[in-house]
């Protein structure tokens, strides 16, 4: 069998255009592959040796293997070694790339800045697309973005040239779009610094989400630690046709498995139903895994990947895949943790919310849901795009049902926006006419960005605080998050369904049933959508973006001003004392659910990024107290006054007192966002004990020193009151599997004990104990 190390490299062209084709090579000396995967923005990964690690490990197993264990497994460090137990064991890999988002990429540079390693082992990529905020329209809103950000986008791209990072500037797109158009392929297995990396599953990839200590441990060449995942398969039946799209998959199935049935799993689709979802169909199904608390998604290598690679430049690529396509999809007979079983030909358009992903509805019934609920029927903004859905056949769906309004004479009642996924998707977009379409029935084309996605959108039509809808095809939708509006109903949809609705007005409009009425007085359905699955001509590149690092970076120079209020270099933590943590202070018991938006905002606080202490005034501002129901308001127990959490915390600091957080179920559910564990850590936490924890969370918690701790009695959660002092026993034993005291001590002198478990493993204690894993690191160098 012939030896392959496929390298996608990008070649720069001499032309205005700034044209993008790709060059795949074969065969390259050990010499060159080294070489290639450090200097070229593109992957390199041998399939004949993830082949014969596949083989390797079915062998030991003597079982057929799922896809996910495949790809996963062909990238274990020590295939023969290493111990394997789905859901039990810790696994060694080693991944083929990394790529951060601007938002996360501040504090993983600075942490790699600080590793003093020279430049980064695996290729990695910097991808400028959460610090634009959407006011007016594309092109004003970049332009102010750059200037506004311009200290950050240089420290990024100056960063990215000096240590081997490729850097996408402002305006190239979402991160995950891009990754998809061009460095997602079968069998790669990549980390990326945001939680909706798993859009990558849809070109039958493991694309995982991680906080940023994670991808400095790649950066710098370290084999990376993942919990070896469970798989739930979800075998798809029938095709998808009329108003149901792929979005309508991943939303029914978020209402099957919640947000948190999916932890510590990855979810396989297969089955015949496959085959009638289109590539980026794929995609948007896997991106919203991340609203299960899935590991990843994925699906299994077929033509619609082939024929979208070959469409963007990779069509060698596919030839390869297509000779290991065994090792690209499940072995027959595999079996998974846990089965659901979805037809496409009976499932119905869907709307999910509002202020949660998993409240799921058909969009038959949403109307009467909403009456009986009390939530307001009036749609004030239609939003479509977004990682999730900006794919060229979603923005060809919609285009289709607003040409439809518009041959009637009507526009939107809503107001509408329209995010590209890309600079590629926007100029495609644009020549094919689609971005006029949308234009004409009263859409607003945003830049190529999240936008308000992410809380990236200074609205103004509604006051904050005030009662309103709005419908997305968006990815997440808890309280505030997009427009920082506690009162704001979003609900999350297709593009379809966002469009149809937007041209109603209403949210208790039904397409498939219910009529429009043009300006004229006549009454119309709309017919369901349709658009090419990719454009008949080339995709259009549009202006060139990337910036590809130099073959030698030593000479670049990185700045961080000691007076910003943007960046901070980073000083370590310090390492754990030796001894047990007596009386912590209670910071705040935190009622319901906790995201990571509660945990550390994202919106306006965006732009502190790269400064943790400035960034720290924000450490759960968003979580409600238990004491009194309020945000941002608890008590002082060492003052008697109430004060927001981060001052409290810093009084507490000041005062050499630690502390710790109580929370309830899935805790840290939703972004990769590691400021929400950086934060605790710095202003003085040293344990976050709860009812169970989301998957990159607790993992992110555990890279900065602090001990993320679970009740062995849920129970347990009433005993503890907000003027308790805890005291953690056990810890000069600390072992894996072998659970910890925490010593309640309540107001009145009495003491009860309760056990608290936790999933460290013999490195991550080493983590724990030398303050950080980011010491750790530097220990051994």
Same mark, same amino acid.
């Given at each position: 069998?012939?030896?392959?190390?496929?390298?996608?490299?990008?070649?720069?062209?001499?032309?205005?255009?700034?044209?993008?084709?790709?060059? %795949?090579?074969?065969?390259?000396?050990?010499?060159?592959?080294?070489?290639?995967?450090?200097?070229?923005?593109?992957?390199?990964?041998?399939?004949?040796?993830?082949?014969?690690?596949?083989?390797?490990?079915?062998?030991?197993?003597?079982?057929?293997?799922?896809?996910?264990?495949?790809?996963?497994?062909?990238?274990?460090?020590?295939?023969? +070694?290493?111990?394997?137990?789905?859901?039990?064991?810790?696994?060694?890999?080693?991944?083929?790339?990394?790529?951060?988002?601007?938002?996360?990429?501040?504090?993983?540079?600075?942490?790699?800045?600080?590793?003093?390693?020279?430049?980064?082992?695996?290729?990695?990529?910097?991808?400028?697309?959460?610090?634009?905020?959407?006011?007016? &329209?594309?092109?004003?809103?970049?332009?102010?973005?750059?200037?506004? @950000?311009?200290?950050?986008?240089?420290?990024?791209?100056?960063?990215?040239?000096?240590?081997?990072?490729?850097?996408?500037?402002?305006?190239?797109?979402?991160?995950?779009?891009?990754?998809?158009?061009?460095?997602?392929?079968?069998?790669?297995?990549?980390?990326?610094?945001?939680?909706?990396?798993?859009?990558?599953?849809?070109?039958?990839?493991?694309?995982?989400?991680?906080? &940023?200590?994670?991808?400095?441990?790649?950066?710098?060449?370290?084999?990376?630690?993942?919990?070896?995942?469970? %798989?739930?398969?979800?075998?798809?039946?029938?095709?998808?046709?009329?108003?149901?799209?792929?979005?309508?998959?991943?939303?029914?199935?978020?209402?099957?498995?919640?947000?948190?049935?999916?932890?510590?799993?990855?979810?396989?689709?297969?089955?015949?139903?496959?085959?009638?979802?289109?590539?980026? +169909?794929?995609?948007?199904?896997?991106?919203?895994?991340?609203?299960?608390?899935?590991?990843?998604?994925?699906?299994?290598?077929?033509?619609?990947?082939?024929?979208?690679?070959?469409?963007?430049?990779?069509?060698?690529?596919?030839?390869?895949?297509?000779?290991?396509?065994?090792?690209?999809?499940?072995?027959?007979?595999? =079996?998974?943790?846990?089965?659901?079983?979805?037809?496409?030909?009976?499932?119905?358009?869907?709307?999910?919310?509002?202020?949660?992903?998993? !409240?799921?509805?058909?969009? *038959?019934?949403?109307?009467?849901?909403?009456?009986?609920?009390?939530?307001?029927?009036? %749609?004030?903004? +239609?939003?479509?795009?977004?990682?999730?859905?900006?794919?060229?056949?979603?923005?060809?769906?919609?285009?289709?049902?607003?040409?439809?309004?518009?041959?009637?004479?009507?526009?939107?009642?809503?107001?509408?926006?329209?995010?590209?996924?890309?600079?590629?998707?926007?100029?495609?977009?644009?020549?094919?006419?689609?971005?006029?379409?949308?234009?004409?029935?009263?859409?607003?084309?945003?830049?190529?960005?999240?936008?308000?996605?992410?809380?990236?959108?200074?609205?103004?039509?509604?006051?904050?605080?005030?009662?309103?809808?709005?419908?997305?095809?968006?990815?997440?939708?808890?309280?505030?998050?997009?427009?920082?509006?506690?009162?704001?109903?979003?609900?999350?949809?297709?593009?379809?369904? %966002?469009?149809?609705?937007?041209?109603?007005?209403?949210?208790?409009?039904?397409?498939?049933?219910?009529?429009?009425?043009?300006?004229?007085?006549?009454?119309?359905?709309?017919?369901?959508?349709?658009?090419? =699955?990719?454009?008949?001509?080339?995709?259009?590149?549009?202006?060139?973006?990337?910036?590809?690092?130099?073959?030698?970076?030593? *000479?670049?120079?990185?700045?961080?001003?000691?007076?910003?209020?943007?960046?901070?270099?980073?000083?370590?933590?310090?390492?754990?004392?030796?001894?047990?943590?007596?009386?912590?202070?209670?910071?705040?018991?935190?009622?319901?659910?906790?995201?990571?938006?509660?945990? *550390?905002?994202? &919106?306006?606080?965006?732009?502190?990024?790269?400064?943790?202490?400035?960034?720290? @005034?924000?450490?759960?501002?968003?979580?409600?107290?238990?004491?009194?129901?309020?945000?941002?308001?608890?008590? @002082?127990?060492?003052?008697?006054?109430?004060? &927001?959490?981060?001052?409290?915390?810093?009084?507490?600091?000041?005062?050499?007192?630690?502390?710790?957080?109580?929370?309830?179920?899935?805790?840290?559910?939703?972004? *990769?966002?590691?400021?929400?564990?950086? =934060?605790?850590?710095?202003?003085?936490?040293?344990?976050?004990?709860?009812?169970?924890?989301?998957?990159?969370?607790?993992?992110?918690?555990?890279?900065?020193?602090? !001990?993320?701790?679970?009740?062995?009695?849920?129970?347990?959660?009433?005993?503890?009151?907000?003027?308790?002092?805890?005291?953690?026993?056990?810890?000069?034993?600390?072992?894996? +599997?072998?659970?910890?005291?925490?010593?309640?001590?309540?107001?009145?002198?009495?003491?009860?004990?309760?056990?608290?478990?936790?999933?460290?493993?013999?490195?991550?204690?080493?983590?724990?104990?030398?303050?950080?894993?980011?010491?750790?690191?530097?220990?051994?160098?």
């Amino acid at each position: 069998m012939a030896s392959y190390c496929l390298t996608v490299t990008r070649l720069r062209l001499a032309l205005g255009t700034g044209a993008r084709r790709f060059h %795949v090579s074969a065969a390259f000396s050990a010499k060159a592959k080294v070489a290639m995967s450090r200097f070229e923005p593109g992957s390199c990964i041998n399939y004949e040796k993830m082949h014969e690690n596949i083989n390797t490990v079915r062998r030991r197993l003597g079982r057929p293997l799922t896809l996910s264990e495949k790809i996963v497994y062909g990238h274990l460090d020590d295939p023969v +070694g290493q111990e394997i137990g789905r859901g039990r064991t810790y696994l060694r890999l080693r991944p083929d790339r990394v790529a951060m988002q601007d938002a996360t990429a501040q504090m993983a540079m600075l942490q790699f800045i600080s590793s003093g390693l020279p430049r980064v082992a695996v290729p990695s990529t910097i991808h400028c697309d959460h610090l634009i905020e959407a006011q007016t &329209g594309g092109t004003e809103d970049l332009q102010r973005a750059k200037e506004v @950000n311009e200290e950050v986008y240089n420290f990024l791209a100056t960063s990215a040239a000096k240590y081997g990072v490729g850097f996408w500037k402002p305006g190239s797109g979402i991160i995950h779009q891009i990754i998809l158009e061009n460095y997602a392929y079968p069998g790669v297995l990549l980390i990326g610094t945001d939680s909706h990396t798993p859009n990558g599953g849809g070109l039958g990839s493991i694309c995982i989400g991680v906080g &940023g200590a994670d991808a400095v441990d790649v950066m710098a060449g370290i084999p990376w630690e993942l919990k070896c995942p469970n %798989v739930i398969g979800v075998k798809l039946t029938g095709s998808l046709s009329g108003w149901t799209s792929p979005k309508d998959v991943i939303l029914k199935v978020a209402g099957i498995l919640t947000v948190k049935g999916g932890t510590g799993a990855i979810v396989e689709y297969h089955g015949p139903g496959v085959d009638s979802i289109s590539c980026t +169909g794929m995609a948007t199904i896997c991106n919203m895994g991340a609203e299960i608390g899935a590991t990843t998604s994925v699906f299994p290598y077929n033509h619609r990947m082939k024929t979208y690679m070959e469409k963007t430049g990779r069509g060698d690529i596919a030839s390869v895949s297509d000779q290991f396509q065994d090792d690209l999809v499940p072995d027959k007979g595999c =079996e998974y943790d846990q089965v659901i079983e979805i037809n496409l030909s009976e499932l119905k358009p869907h709307i999910n919310g509002p202020f949660t992903p998993d !409240l799921a509805h058909p969009v *038959s019934e949403i109307g009467a849901i909403a009456k009986k609920s009390g939530w307001p029927l009036e %749609v004030k903004v +239609g939003l479509i795009g977004s990682c999730t859905n900006s794919s060229y056949e979603d923005m060809g769906r919609a285009a289709s049902l607003a040409k439809q309004a518009l041959d009637k004479g009507l526009k939107c009642k809503a107001q509408f926006t329209v995010t590209p996924g890309s600079e590629q998707i926007r100029a495609t977009i644009e020549r094919d006419g689609y971005s006029k379409i949308l234009n004409d029935v009263g859409g607003i084309v945003l830049a190529n960005a999240c936008g308000p996605c992410i809380g990236q959108w200074d609205r103004k039509d509604v006051k904050k605080g005030e009662k309103n809808t709005i419908v997305t095809s968006f990815n997440r939708n808890f309280t505030a998050r997009n427009d920082a509006n506690p009162a704001t109903h979003a609900f999350v949809t297709s593009p379809e369904i %966002v469009t149809a609705m937007a041209l109603a007005g209403t949210l208790d409009f039904n397409p498939e049933t219910d009529y429009l009425t043009s300006p004229t007085g006549e009454k119309f359905k709309l017919e369901p959508p349709t658009g090419d =699955e990719l454009p008949s001509r080339d995709f259009d590149p549009g202006q060139d973006t990337y910036q590809h690092p130099p073959a030698e970076g030593g *000479s670049v120079q990185v700045d961080v001003s000691p007076s910003s209020n943007r960046l901070q270099l980073l000083e370590p933590f310090e390492k754990w004392h030796g001894k047990d943590l007596e009386e912590l202070m209670v910071l705040i018991k935190v009622k319901g659910k906790c995201t990571t938006d509660h945990i *550390s905002a994202a &919106g306006p606080w965006l732009k502190f990024r790269g400064h943790l202490d400035n960034i720290s @005034n924000n450490m759960l501002i968003g979580a409600v107290n238990i004491d009194n129901d309020a945000v941002n308001k608890i008590k @002082n127990q060492l003052t008697g006054e109430f004060g &927001g959490v981060p001052d409290v915390a810093r009084d507490y600091k000041a005062s050499g007192v630690n502390w710790v957080v109580v929370g309830d179920e899935n805790y840290g559910e939703g972004s *990769s966002r590691e400021h929400a564990a950086l =934060e605790p850590r710095h202003l003085g936490g040293r344990a976050i004990i709860v009812k169970s924890f989301a998957r990159i969370h607790e993992t992110n918690l555990k890279k900065q020193g602090l !001990l993320p701790l679970t009740f062995s009695d849920p129970n347990d959660y009433d005993k503890i009151l907000p003027n308790d002092k805890i005291s953690i026993t056990g810890l000069k034993s600390l072992s894996p +599997g072998t659970p910890l005291t925490a010593v309640i001590k309540h107001a009145d002198g009495s003491q009860e004990s309760i056990s608290l478990n936790h999933t460290f493993n013999e490195t991550q204690i080493e983590w724990f104990k030398a303050g950080s894993a980011l010491n750790r690191m530097k220990e051994l160098q």
